[in-house]
């Protein structure tokens, strides 16, 4: 099976996954750009590290390694605790401020 698996990956060129990784990673940082919605922020934040994730498979992969594969696993494990304590913080937000919107978060400075 995982012969199968890494034949198939090594039929599509490394190129086209560092492409498509690259287009990923740069809307994820064209959405933290652009938009104010928190929760919006943090999905392009895990666009990010999802872009990423498939770089470090695809190398892993080409090179018949399985460092980057692990490594895969404890950056979706940081991502999902990443987006539990940020939906946790953004909640607590919306209670007190009834928005979501980043720009009203500056209210926080001392």
Known sequence: ???TTNSILQSVPLEHF???STLLFCLGVLGILIRKNAIIMLGC???MLNAVNLMLAAFS???NDG???MLVFFIMVV?????AVGLAILSMMYRNTRSVDVSMFNKLKG
Do not use: R, T
């Open 18 to 20: 560092i492409v498509l």
């Open 1 to 3: 099976m995982v012969e």
């Open 61 to 63: 992969s080409y090179k």
């Open 45 to 47: 934040v895990e666009l």
């Open 67 to 69: 460092n980057g594969q």
């Open 79 to 83: 991502a999902a605790a990443e987006v």
